[in-house]
């Protein structure tokens, strides 16, 4: 493992940011740790940087027990949200910061700029002035930046957090794409569960100071370890449910669940796509309260009697009118027990 935390703890004043936290990153990996806000994120990112002080547990890298390495010694890059560019120094400037720190002679530290430059999509770039530059392309000169030490981790905090959906969505793609092509191991803390998706080979959920999860997108995507972890991924169709063989009592009565579902008492999600919106008098009678234009579908929130609130996912062409009464039938294939 290049990075391993085991048993990290941060308190402050008496409550822990970080509470009996292991997380291991191995070479050439992306984590991407997601979580609402206060969850411990950046805690946890300062602590592998040696910004913040353990009150109990260890950060390894490579094996080797940080504790008493500080900061400017640890081979790790930090890129922190507001990218903190220098605006004195120009494009070139900025860049080469870290190698003139580590003493690296003027013409390597050029072609290493410029190498870097290439990389991030600003070729040619050295002489302009930070302050003319756009959003999305101070961004990638924060991200040369950190690249331009060669850490052994990246570590991104919000790395496209100021940047509008569009600009992300495709440097998310580059960045994945940049990582692969150097090897890089990112450790990347984002509280969007878009980037974080499309750039990890793993994710990770924090709550609390705590790890409610581990694992690649597609295992949190199709079965999120808990209730608390469903809805941080934006499912609300959360309800209690007891299994018997493949139906489960729930509020909205009794519904099919996959063959293997685990028996008893759970927690049941079941996603938008297996809301299905049936006429007349069948299935669940609900009040449509609701209609979100989704782009590819839309969302429709509907209300039944006495039950909890459902979310379906609709073709743009099937969408009920707010106000409408329609009956409302379960796929099994788009419902799990969680935990
Ligand atoms: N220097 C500090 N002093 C006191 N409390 C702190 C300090 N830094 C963080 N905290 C607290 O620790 C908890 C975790 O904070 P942290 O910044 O790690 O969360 P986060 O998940 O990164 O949140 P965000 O997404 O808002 O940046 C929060 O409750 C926060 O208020």
Do not use: Y
């Not at 190698?99 to 700029?113: Q, Y």
């Not at 930070?130 to 052994?152: C, D, F, H, I, T």
């Not at 793609?173 to 990347?188: I, K, S, W």
């Amino acid at each position: 493992m290049l990075l391993s935390l085991t048993g990290a703890h941060v308190r402050f004043g008496g409550r822990p940011a970080l509470d009996a936290v292991d997380l291991d990153v191995a070479e050439h990996e992306t984590v991407c740790v997601l979580g609402p806000s206060g969850s411990g994120k950046s805690t946890l990112l300062r602590a592998v940087a040696g910004l913040q002080p353990l009150d109990g547990g260890r950060v390894l890298l490579d094996g080797r027990d940080q504790a008493a390495v500080p900061a400017h010694r640890r081979e790790v890059g930090l890129m922190f949200q507001d990218h903190q560019l220098f605006p004195q120094h120009d494009v070139g400037g900025n860049v080469a910061f870290g190698p003139r720190m580590h003493g690296m002679p003027k013409h390597e530290r050029a072609a290493r700029v410029a190498e870097l430059l290439d990389l991030v999509g600003l070729p040619g770039a050295e002489r302009r002035a930070v302050a003319a530059l756009s959003g999305g392309e101070q961004q990638r000169v924060a991200l040369a930046r950190a690249l331009a030490a060669r850490p052994r981790l990246l570590m991104l905090d919000e790395p496209l957090g100021q940047l509008d959906r569009s600009l992300r969505e495709r440097l998310v793609v580059e960045l994945r794409e940049l990582f692969a092509r150097l090897g890089t191991t990112v450790l990347a803390v984002t509280h969007d569960q878009g980037e974080a998706f499309a750039l990890a080979d793993r994710v990770v959920v924090m709550r609390e100071g705590r790890i409610a999860q581990s694992g690649t997108p597609l295992e949190v995507w199709q079965r999120p370890a808990d209730a608390f972890v469903a809805r941080f991924l934006g499912f609300d169709n959360v309800v209690p449910a007891t299994v018997t063989g493949q139906a489960a009592d729930t509020p909205w009565g009794k519904l099919p669940v996959p063959e293997g579902s685990p028996q008893g008492p759970g927690t049941l999600l079941v996603r938008p796509a297996g809301v299905r919106l049936v006429t007349g008098a069948e299935g669940l009678p609900c009040t449509v309260t609701a209609r979100t234009f989704r782009g590819t579908h839309v969302s429709v929130h509907l209300r039944p009697e006495g039950a909890p609130r459902l979310e379906a996912a609709c073709a743009l062409r099937d969408a009920p009118e707010v106000g409408s009464e329609v009956g409302v039938a379960f796929d099994a294939a788009e419902t799990v027990l969680l935990g």
